[in-house]
């Protein structure tokens, strides 16, 4: 199987900034309403996933547009006069 290895590269100092805001966007509550705060592990795993989500999606659209293009340019009017 293929893969893709990505580099996301940040000035050192950038690194809580970065996580921070990582965790804070994917900070869910629990059913007493308590933030339940992703670990540094846990953010990253979520944004490797939100990678592989866009991926996917952005090749099912294409693909999903080209497909219609075709289609469209297989239909021809009728001859009928």
Avoid: C, H
Avoid at 18 to 43: C, M, R, S
């Amino acid at each position: 199987m293929a893969t893709f290895n990505l580099v996301i590269t940040y000035p050192d100092g950038e690194a809580s900034r970065i996580l921070g805001a990582l965790k804070a966007y994917w900070t869910t509550q629990d059913a007493q309403g308590n933030a339940v705060v992703p670990t540094n592990a846990q953010a990253i795993e979520k944004l490797r996933l939100a990678v592989v989500a866009n991926v996917k999606d952005i090749v099912f659209r294409v693909e999903r547009d080209a497909a219609v293009k075709a289609a469209a340019d297989a239909v021809t009017q009728v001859g009928a006069t």
